[in-house]
T-cell receptor, first 116, second 109 residues
């Protein structure tokens, strides 16, 4: 068990560019979450997958954001035409997702995005 | 949506001191979690506690769901307890947590 990994750990981009982040969950975890965290705030839910199906999307997830989880394994989060307001830490978490009442989420180290 | 308020926002302690962190929420919830985010940003689940009391070493938590609050107790604090403590709640059978803004704890040696 190597934990949840995210790549890259840091990304600096210019406004208007597209960026893509990757998350590799713990193997055998069915559920995968994306969150955004800005300074002084708690993580804000963006979207989650149950296996390969994207089940929920926050209204925070504008049309410029898209997430995929092909084959129910790793996931990617793409931001098109980045804006300075997109600067944040993007966190990924995974869980067993077996519908038990307690479903512990394991978080990755995050990808810090800076949009200049 | 549900409001989650944590207090105090900041806390500074000397090593060995005890502390109590509070989480208030504005509506009924079916799950509540406490997380610790270390100074390097890593989030770790501490407790699942929709009601009742749980203990894990120097940490314990109590949730009184009928009164819509939860408390996290840290006893004999250590410098490694530093970081931000978040409360997160879930409603209505969803698996989507709503986080509070956290309590930032600094423990001095």
């Amino acid at each position: 068990d190597t934990g949840v990994s995210q790549d890259p750990r840091h990304k600096i981009t210019k406004r208007g560019q597209n960026v893509t982040f990757r998350c590799d969950p713990i193997s055998e975890h069915n559920r995968l979450y994306w969150y955004r965290q800005t300074l002084g705030q708690g993580p804000e839910f963006l979207t989650y997958f149950q296996n390969e199906a994207q089940l929920e999307k926050s209204r925070l997830l504008s049309d410029r954001f898209s997430a995929e989880r092909p084959k129910g394994s790793f996931s990617t989060l793409e931001i098109q035409r980045t804006e300075q307001g997109d600067s944040a830490m993007y966190l990924c978490a995974s869980s067993l997702g077996d519908y038990r009442p307690t479903d512990t989420q394991y978080f990755g180290p995050g990808t810090r995005l800076t949009v200049l | 949506g549900i409001q989650v308020e944590q207090s105090p926002p900041d806390l500074i302690l000397q090593e060995g001191a005890n502390s109590t962190l509070r989480c208030n929420f504005s509506d009924s919830v079916n799950n509540l979690q406490w997380f610790h985010q270390n100074p390097w940003g890593q989030l770790i689940n501490l407790f699942y506690i929709p009601s009742g009391t749980k203990q894990n070493g120097r940490l314990s938590a109590t949730t009184v769901a009928t009164e819509r609050y939860s408390l996290l107790y840290i006893s004999s604090s250590q410098t490694t307890d530093s970081g931000v403590y978040f409360c997160a709640v879930e409603q209505g059978g969803s698996y989507i947590p709503t986080f509070g803004r956290g309590t930032s704890l600094i423990v001095h040696p």
